[in-house]
């Protein structure tokens, strides 16, 4: 996780929108991807965005990729109390091997 | 059916113990992986498996053993273990390997381990 930083902690409303953010350092990723950890289980994967694209949207999620920035984003719409976990974000470049970030801790309150 | 399967979720072993933990897809992967997760820490690679046999070991120390008896099974024997080795072991599978389209990796819920 030392290339890919997340923050740590992230609370929001029920019913509003939530914002996980990840910067990563190496330009060659070719996909990125956004898996949810919710305690004491094992790695969901959401959804991942071709290093190409800059916008994915895939229901209530919306990824956008900055190239640039090396910044990619999690949008979730509408959160709900089941959106609690941990979400990391991962990269790969070409392997099998994926980096993944330091996670973010999604609290969602009523 | 798009899962794997891991046994068991918790393990205590002591550090003269040898014992295994198993991971099981039915998916028809051809890629099987080993990460380990310590706690509030992300997930790291261990092992890939492509076709059976091994293709990435990230300088795993030898008391970790992974095995790969046939395409749906992938197990890793432990031995000699130390403390810190206790952490959270996920199995993954995907289709194959390389970063395409379409090549989801599919994670385990995971195995507990506590060395004592």
């Known amino acids: 996780g030392e290339d890919v930083e997340q923050s740590l902690f992230l609370s929001v409303r029920e019913g509003d929108s939530s914002v996980i953010n990840c910067t990563y350092t190496d330009s060659s990723s070719t996909y990125l991807y956004w898996y949810k950890q919710e305690p004491g289980a094992g790695l969901q994967l959401l959804t991942y965005?071709?290093?190409?694209?800059d916008m994915k949207q895939d229901q209530r999620l919306t990824v956008l990729l900055n190239k640039k920035d090396k910044h990619l984003s999690l949008r979730i719409a509408d959160t709900q109390t089941g959106d609690s976990a941990i979400y990391f974000c991962a990269e790969s470049y070409n392997t099998d091997k994926l980096i993944f970030g330091t996670g973010t801790r999604l609290q969602v309150f009523p | 059916d798009t899962e794997v399967t891991q046994t068991p979720k918790h393990l205590v072993m002591g550090m003269t113990n040898k014992k295994s933990l198993k991971c099981e897809q039915h998916?028809?992967?051809?890629?099987m992986y080993w990460y380990k997760q310590k706690a509030k820490k992300p997930p790291e690679l261990m092992f890939v498996y492509s076709y059976e046999k091994l293709s990435i070991n990230e300088s795993v120390p030898s008391r970790f053993s992974p095995e790969c008896p046939n395409s749906s099974l992938l197990n890793l024997h432990l031995h000699a273990l130390q403390p810190e080795d206790s952490a959270l072991y996920l199995c993954?599978?995907?289709?194959?390997?390389?970063?395409?389209?379409?090549?989801?990796?599919?994670f385990g819920e995971g195995s507990w381990l506590t060395v004592v």
């Open positions: 993954a599978s995907s289709r194959t390997t390389g970063q395409r389209a379409g090549n989801t990796i599919y």
């Open positions: 965005i071709f290093s190409n694209m």
């Open positions: 998916m028809g992967h051809r890629a």
